[in-house]
């Protein structure tokens, strides 16, 4: 198949897969979608999903078992707190030939898959604004003795991206994770990270052509950690840019009644009638303690890139 969408999911996070779909759905009716299973807990959403949605399960068992065998054996087996992440990088050896990943708490707000498009120009595609964040979560400064400077302005986050499937085989992934687990000093584990700083290592180490549809400073924000986002019933419109967002993704942030952009993840989940919601626990009103210094610093940074060249194109 030509082209297609691949999403993440066990039975633990079926709620999420259920909207994500749902979103999917409401703007593209077409597209092939696969879900990759995160570990060997997803009877109940590969059934739901195919029952529902006519949504096939990743049916190469033997590429899920590489990915966890070669994992253990570069990195040692329980180094990353989430090994089932790294199941992402089945979708270099599935049925699409360019294909874009999605983590399952997301939803989108148009036809996702058209940022596919951007691959008759370069080899991999994604949208997001981690960059405006530094190195955090993604590397240490030690990885300036492999990767230069610009190269390290263009890390991303690993939730949504797109690419083909032959540019990736196992000799490279192998190649790739080795060299990673010889250099732990590199990368960033200290915030719970797992495949994201080593997904940016594959990507910004062997794709030369790349690009990131936030830069440029008037693309809206997608993080459900952004406060100020404005929901209309049908769009999530960042004020910042006063244009609506092409998805939200909840990472590191809770999915429940008094979460954020909860209304938002709710329009989404209720849209099948044919599939009715499970009640999601109310998320703690609390604030984690890992979330009060770096986000508000993040933020800042994020806010200082987008408005200033508007305010400095309005100067006479």
């Not at 990943?101 to 008759?120: G, M, R």
């Not at 390290?152 to 196992?170: D, K, P, Y």
């Not at 938002?264 to 979330?291: G, I, K, M, Y």
Request: aromatic content about 12%; charged content about 25%; overall charge negative.
């Amino acid at each position: 198949m030509k082209r297609g969408i691949y999403f993440m999911a066990n039975d633990r996070v079926i709620e999420h897969a259920i909207a994500l779909v749902n979103s999917i759905r409401a703007y593209d009716r077409s597209t092939a979608i696969v879900l990759i299973p995160y570990d060997a807990e997803h009877a109940a959403v590969s059934r739901l999903m195919n029952e529902q949605y006519g949504i096939e399960t990743f049916e190469n068992q033997d590429v899920l078992a590489w990915i966890d065998d070669q994992l253990d054996h570069c990195f040692g087996a329980g180094f990353f707190r989430r090994p089932g992440n790294f199941r992402k990088q089945a979708c270099w050896f599935g049925p699409f030939e360019e294909f874009l990943y999605l983590d399952a708490d997301i939803v989108v707000f148009e036809p996702i898959v058209n940022l596919l498009d951007h691959l008759d120009r370069v080899d991999f595609v994604c949208c997001d604004d981690q960059h405006c964040g530094g190195l955090a979560h993604v590397f240490g400064e030690a990885i300036r003795e492999r990767l230069g400077d610009e190269d390290l302005r263009q890390v991303f986050n690993g939730g949504l991206w797109g690419a083909r499937s032959g540019n990736i085989g196992e000799r490279e992934l192998t190649a790739t994770w080795s060299e990673a687990a010889r250099h732990p000093q590199w990368f960033d584990f200290s915030r719970g990270g797992s495949d994201q700083p080593i997904l940016n290592f594959l990507v910004l180490s062997r794709f030369a052509s790349r690009r990131n549809l936030f830069v440029g400073g008037q693309a809206p924000r997608m993080w459900a950690g952004t406060p100020g986002l404005r929901w209309n019933g049908s769009q999530l419109i960042d004020p910042a840019v006063d244009r609506p967002a092409r998805f939200l993704h909840w990472a590191g942030r809770p999915i429940g009644p008094g979460g954020p952009y909860w209304q938002v993840w709710r329009h989404f989940r209720e849209l099948n009638p044919d599939v009715p919601a499970t009640e999601l626990p109310p998320v703690p009103a609390q604030q984690s303690p890992q979330d009060s210094g770096w986000v508000r610093r993040w933020l800042s940074r994020l806010e200082q890139r987008i408005l200033m060249p508007r305010r400095q194109a309005k100067l006479p």
